[in-house]
């Protein structure tokens, strides 16, 4: 039986560790920081055998090279400047990570970096920053056009796929969601739950596709309130989804 366990590491990031309840070895997913890591491994008595990198940023691979005493592989996007790197993948690659039996398929989800890719397999997805749970990351290095079209392929995903997102954004996502919808109903009650479970310190993480089909604005480009708020927003009629899709982002990296 797969076992995935959050890490908290840095301010508001998450490393995940994915491990079988029968085995000793574990991955781990983005690192950012390597103390954390090395002390959830042996405070579940893991040995690392590989580690899953999505993205370039720093606070999703600064752990990776205190991670490696032994010659452990380490997967991630190619042509990016990841540390260690050992096995590049591209899109439509597949892979069983040593230690784990989860076959994986890579992903390319451009947009937050232009090096982003993403894991999906056995019933879930691991996003990195590409989807966040209640919204997306920031459009640092893609352009609106690509990044809503793999969004768009990230919400055609069965609607129970887990979505393991890289940071604690989730109320703040669904404060801005509720601005770009106030009507939603389930996204209110969504926003409830999710400032109850931060009064307790609980993690808001994983949510499911299903959920964020539901809620989340920027997977909701063709709803006609969304449609409506954004045209109110931009003082214009927006020219189609992608162009939902950018007013929305401008819009969250301003509010």
Known sequence: MIEITPIPVLKDNYTWLIHESQSSGAIVVDPGDTAPVARALESLGLQLSAILITHHHGDHVAGVEGLLADAIPVYGPADSNIPCLTHPLRAGDRLVPDGIDMPLEVLAVPGHTLDHIAYRGDGVLFAGDALFAGGCGRMFEGTPAPMQ??????????????????????????????????????????????????????????????????????LRWDSAAVVRHATERAGRVPEGPADVFAILRDWKDHF
């Open 149 to 218: 079209g793999y969004l768009a392929t990230l919400r055609d995903l069965p609607a129970d796929t887990a979505v393991y997102c890289g940071h604690e954004y989730t109320q703040a996502n669904l404060e801005f969601a509720v601005a770009a919808e106030p009507e939603n109903e389930a996204l209110q009650a969504r926003l409830e739950r999710v400032r109850e479970q931060r009064r307790r310190g609980a993690i808001t993480v994983p949510s499911t596709i299903g959920e964020e089909r539901a809620t989340n604005p920027f």
